[in-house]
């Protein structure tokens, strides 16, 4: 979505906009009942339809927004694995499952399988291959830290 367009479109239909925000706002203050959100999803849906912008227009920058934020998380994610390396903790589960934990990264994964689990700062970035040099750096560094003896 162009801002250009949006902009032209306002400019072009403020009155318009204006007679359905106040039709809006009577609504929601004056009906009590469950008719009143549908008469504003309609109201609503209506200034969509007649501004032009579709719905798989509005999907598209939904999803978008959504994968860059997941890109920017991740190389996020992967600068902070790279720096907390000295801190992180290794710890075996049963049948070969361990954990990783830093302040900010935990990894969750099988020595049996090519991929874990990175959760960054409370917030899963999905599965990451093992091949993956970073991940196997942070591996590396956490298992030593576990093998370390106590200072």
């Known amino acids: 979505m162009n801002i250009e367009v949006i902009k032209e479109f306002v400019m072009q239909n403020w009155l318009v ?26 109201i609503i849906a209506a200034l969509l339809i007649y501004s032009g912008i579709s719905i798989e227009q509005i999907k598209q920058t939904v999803t978008d927004v959504q994968s860059s934020t997941m890109d920017a998380l991740k190389k996020e994610a992967t600068s902070i694995m790279l720096k907390e390396a000295s801190k992180a903790t290794y710890t075996a589960g049963q049948n070969g499952e361990f954990t990783i934990t830093s302040p900010n990264v935990e990894i969750k994964g099988n020595t049996k399988s090519e991929k874990v689990d990175v959760t960054f700062r409370g917030i899963s970035v999905g599965e990451w291959k093992m091949s993956n040099e970073t991940i196997q750096t942070f591996v590396e560094q956490a298992q030593k830290n576990k093998t370390a003896p106590a200072s």
Request: no cysteine.
């Open 17 to 42: 906009i204006v007679v359905a925000l106040i039709i809006l706002f009577f609504v929601l203050n004056v009906v009590k009942t469950m008719l009143k959100w549908a008469i504003a999803i309609i």
